[in-house]
């Protein structure tokens, strides 16, 4: 029995593509194991969002031969789609696959077997990429499973925005997505695994329902079906873009008997010429709107925040226009990214450019600020009753877990929780800045 073992970078898309693939290895008679094991085979799922790529997967590929020199080495993912000819020349990649033959490896790689070296030459791995437009139809329905607690379940792939600085649709394609049907009965599949909580996961989910370039169903078609889906006591929303959030959505996560309340709305920017110069599709104060009409309706709901610092064309005058609107903001916590220019994107040729300096300045800043929201939002919990979902994830002799709002708790740990759903009061911090609950509403009763 051959050993394949998979290493991930990159979104909560990946992870649900290289756990559905890790399923096809199993299902096919390989033995899944971790890096460190001595695989036989590696699979690499790379990302392509910063410039920091070709070092990342580099690095992994270093590794991996230095674990085995004779394992095979395989690169899938945004990063080989976009740039499948640089990485075959990496030293050690057997082979590199582009989005749609990802989802073939095990047809096109045959029995994984090493090409012979030949010491007086350069030697490359195969390559297998199609051109990303040739794909734009395809579709493959993924979910992670085993992983964690929690289920990264995709519902939707590429994007049709044209954001300036995002080599996604490059890499991805047009957005598409499959069936509610087919969507509800992947959850029931998970429902089975006796899984408590799915995040739903793709490019760009509030585009779902595209299929052959046609609008055939709705993203709160497809919320509400899965309300219904029995075994699955959470459903989570990720990153949803706010022109894309509309108010029946909110409202029905409002009202839901499964959808939790949180969000986690891309805003990139608070300066109006910086998100006219990403060519976002929205307005700050269509952003503002959203905020309300979420605490209006879900006063304890999380609010997670994307933003771009050092995007060419934001002064410092931009950028601080930036921080005063997200300081303001009625939100929850930040996910602060500095600008990483891409090849091929718009934003290349945007002028003047953000020094290395000032980004990191800016990211610190919003950082900062970001801790302060954290830490404002969780003392506003403290005290009120709440569900934690505990997960296998022990530190010290303490576990975590998860409130229905995203808040992090922690909890002596105790084997009976992992993966169990406790009501509890929320009744401090620990030194981590962890929230803490009474242990006596944790115990178990003994038989």
Not at 41 to 50: A, E, Q
Not at 387 to 414: C, I, P
């Amino acid at each position: 029995m051959k050993k394949v073992a998979f290493y991930t970078l990159g979104c909560k898309l990946n992870y649900s593509e290289t756990s559905t693939i890790g399923r096809m290895f199993e299902d096919k008679g390989y033995a899944k194991v971790d890096f460190s094991e001595k695989p036989d085979i590696f699979i690499i799922n790379t990302c392509s969002v910063t410039d920091n790529a070709d070092k990342k997967c580099r690095k992994i590929v270093r590794e991996a031969n230095a674990i085995n020199p004779d394992g095979y080495v395989a690169i899938i993912g945004c990063y080989a789609q976009l740039k499948p000819i640089e990485i075959s020349e990496i030293p050690g990649v057997d082979a590199v696959l582009g989005a749609a033959e990802k989802f073939r490896l095990l047809d096109l790689l045959g029995d994984f077997v090493k090409e012979p070296s030949d010491s007086n030459a350069i030697a490359a791995g195969k390559v297998f990429a199609s051109e990303i437009d040739e794909h734009d139809l395809d579709y493959h329905t993924s979910y992670s499973l085993n992983d964690r607690t929690r289920t990264f379940l995709k519902v939707q792939d590429g994007c049709d925005y044209p954001c300036t600085y995002c080599t996604i649709p490059l890499a991805r394609g047009k957005s598409r997505s499959d069936t509610v049907a087919n969507i509800v009965k992947a959850a029931e599949e998970i429902a089975a695994n006796e899984v408590k909580e799915i995040v739903l996961t793709g490019v760009n989910i509030g585009d779902f329902g595209l299929r052959n370039g046609l609008r055939e169903e709705t993203f709160l078609d497809l919320i509400k079906a899965l309300d219904n889906v029995e075994g699955i006591e959470r459903f989570r929303i990720s990153s949803i873009e706010p022109n894309l959030l509309s108010n029946e959505a909110i409202e029905f996560v409002a009202k839901s008997k499964r959808f939790v309340p949180h969000f986690h709305i891309p805003l990139q920017s608070g300066s109006p010429e910086v998100l006219r110069l990403m060519k976002r599709r929205y307005k700050k104060e269509l952003y503002i709107d959203r905020v309300k009409e979420i605490k209006s309706l879900m006063p304890d709901c999380c609010i997670g925040v994307d933003v771009i610092v050092g995007h060419p064309g934001e002064t410092e005058e931009k950028f601080l226009e930036t921080y005063n609107y997200l300081n303001e903001l009625d939100v929850s916590y930040l996910h602060v990214f500095s600008y990483s220019e891409r090849a091929n994107t718009e934003a290349v040729d945007i002028h003047p450019k953000v020094s290395k300096k000032d980004k990191s300045k800016r990211s610190k800043m919003l950082h900062i600020l970001s801790e302060k929201k954290k830490r404002a939002f969780y003392e506003s919990q403290i005290g009120k009753p709440k569900s934690v979902l505990f997960e296998d994830d022990v530190e010290e002799g303490q576990m975590h877990g998860w409130t229905e709002n995203y808040v992090r708790v922690t909890a002596k740990y105790d084997p009976m929780l992992i993966n169990e759903t406790k009501e509890v009061t929320l009744t401090g911090f620990s030194d981590k800045g962890y929230v803490e609950v009474s242990e006596n509403e944790l115990v178990f009763e003994k038989h």
